[in-house]
């Protein structure tokens, strides 16, 4: 009687049960078997990498045939940020991760197990809590925090367990008068869950990444609910979590201490606990030391996933790095999987790193440019115009200004069967292709050393005579090669090879000259291609320019 009591002089207000609200979100109606998770960041800043990585981890853990949803737990205002919500779905969607249900920004949602936002859950939290204190497993404590600190010193001295527990709980038995009195005398106080824990229990779980873990029971008589009425982490996620029929919670492993709590709440709740999957941080290797430490928001601008859409790195470039981070056998599977969708890739928890994946931008990079060379004409230019429009206005300005001559250049050998990998994000494609404008090229001719300049005069003046733009593909290499046996350079390298004194160089020198002359460079992709789409004009043009500066 004396619970029923407390709890109506706490929770008066409170005319919902427990039971209301499981009528309110009944089980999911998903195949067996389905799984249902979560990322649930606190809008805090901005959406580091790992934050990505454990919202793609989470993504691929429910897989097609489940539900993955967006929860923001922001029961701590004072570290909130202005747009942090939309901050973080934007920071998801722009590298493919949208999530089934749940917040969209700061004030819409979607899905049917909302709200998503812990803010606007009080009530049904306050409901929960009501319902321990009725049934004697929740009490008021008007600990003030001289107290609670006494207690620490205290603790600390005789080198015992911190926190509120047995001797320590002081208002555990709190009355009901006692309680009233003080309420009425406008003390300040928190609701802490009567932990039935035993000192010397231990419980034993598995997880999804770690495997079996045994942890000491938890005895702490942990806050429910602040002072001003808000619950803390512990306690909303296990309600939240319930609620909304979450089969698999992923998360990093600093959480993996709090286990034995969770457990404990899940179990006075009278709730099934869910799956725990532990994820270990990404790690970098540090310059300063030679050892290995976690990525940081203060040292690593790659630490932002802000970075990587600046960068212009693809979504699916991105998501294919962080799959071969999640599981170490994704890379042989995409070997003999070439063209099969990600999606296809059995991921498991199981296969992930117990000490922490290693992050290689280097890697990053070399996969960015492998997806990227997979890519049509269309989806180059798609993704270009998308991101210049953004980050880089003076080339977007050049690609729209004639859309069909920009495609014609990211045709250039693209749909090859061994496709060339010249470009690894985005921001690179303005230096990969200002040859084809004007307005970036800078005239600059990387000539070889190993031509002398008459020679290259020499080339460029007969080339010209020679030059046909109507000339088919097949017919480009022999030209140049007659060209160079006319000038004294051997037909193959080859020929070059067998009597290198016989030759001034070869046909591929003479080829290299009339690239450098158009384009500035010596390396670049097909150079017929290249001379076909920036047209005989422009080609004539290159080449004059460059006889009067040799």
């Not at 706490?10 to 919902?16: N, Y």
């Not at 929860?71 to 973080?88: F, L």
């Not at 034993?204 to 803390?232: R, S």
Request: overall charge negative; hydrophobic content about 35%.
């Amino acid at each position: 009687m004396d619970n029923l009591k407390m709890a109506e002089l706490l929770f008066g207000s409170i005319d919902k049960t427990p039971e209301d609200y499981e009528a309110m979100y009944p089980k999911r109606q998903l195949p067996e078997g389905a799984r249902v998770t979560r990322f649930a960041p606190s809008p805090t800043g901005f959406l580091h990498f790992g934050s990505l990585f454990a919202a793609f981890i989470a993504a691929k853990t429910a897989g097609n045939d489940g539900v993955f949803y967006l929860r923001i737990e922001d029961t701590d205002k004072k570290r909130e940020v202005e747009n942090g919500v939309i901050g973080m779905v934007n920071g998801l969607k722009d590298f493919g991760i949208v999530p089934d249900e749940g917040a969209l920004n700061e004030t819409d949602e979607s899905g049917d197990y909302g709200p998503y936002t812990q803010s606007r859950r009080n009530h049904i939290y306050h409901a929960y809590v009501k319902s321990l204190v009725e049934r004697g497993l929740a009490y008021p404590c008007f600990m003030t925090e001289g107290e609670i600190a006494g207690v620490r010193e205290a603790q600390e001295k005789d080198k015992e367990l911190p926190g509120i527990y047995g001797k320590y709980a002081k208002y555990r038995d709190i009355t009901v008068d006692e309680a009233k009195a003080r309420i009425e005398n406008g003390d300040e106080y928190v609701v802490r869950l009567k932990s039935p824990g035993k000192p010397d229990g231990r419980i034993a779980f598995k997880d999804e990444v770690k495997g079996k873990v045994e942890m000491p029971e938890n005895i702490l008589d942990i806050v429910l609910l602040k002072k001003d009425g808000t619950p803390t982490y512990h306690f909303a996620h296990a309600v939240d979590d319930h609620l909304m029929h979450t089969t698999h919670v992923t998360r990093g492993d600093e959480w993996l201490s709090s286990v034995p709590i969770h457990l404990q709440l899940f179990y006075v709740l009278g709730f099934k606990a869910p799956k725990y999957a532990h994820i270990s941080p990404i790690m970098k290797e540090d310059a300063e030391t030679g050892g290995k430490r976690k990525l940081s928001k203060r040292k690593d601008p790659e630490a932002a996933v802000s970075f990587y859409a600046e960068a212009g790195y693809p979504a699916g470039a991105v998501n294919e790095y962080l799959m071969t981070i999640a599981n170490s056998n994704y890379e042989d599977w995409r070997r003999a999987n070439k063209d099969e969708s990600i999606d296809k890739f059995g991921f498991m928890l199981s296969k992930m790193s117990k000490a922490g994946a290693l992050f290689d931008m280097i890697k990053l990079h070399d996969i960015s440019k492998t997806y990227i060379s997979t890519m049509n004409t269309e989806e180059v230019f798609d993704a270009v115009t998308a991101w210049s429009a953004e980050y880089d206005s003076e080339l977007n300005s050049l690609i729209m200004r004639d859309t069909d001559y920009a495609k014609s250049i990211f045709s250039i050998e693209r749909g090859n069967k061994k496709p060339r990998k010249d470009i690894g994000k985005w921001s690179e494609v303005k230096d990969y292709i200002a040859y084809f404008y004007d307005e970036l090229f800078d005239g600059v001719l990387g000539w070889a050393e190993n031509v002398a300049d008459e020679d290259k005069k020499a080339i460029l003046t007969a080339y010209l005579e020679k030059y046909d733009h109507t000339a088919p593909q097949e017919e480009w290499f022999p030209t140049v090669q007659v060209l160079a046996e006319e000038l004294g350079f051997a037909k193959s390298p080859k020929d070059y090879k067998a009597d290198p004194d016989a030759y001034k160089g070869h046909a591929g020198d003479v080829a290299g000259v009339i690239r450098v002359a158009v384009t500035g460079r010596l390396n670049t992709p097909d150079l017929y291609s290249i001379m076909q789409t920036l047209g005989n004009d422009k080609v004539r043009e290159r080449i004059n320019t460059a006889i009067e500066k040799i």
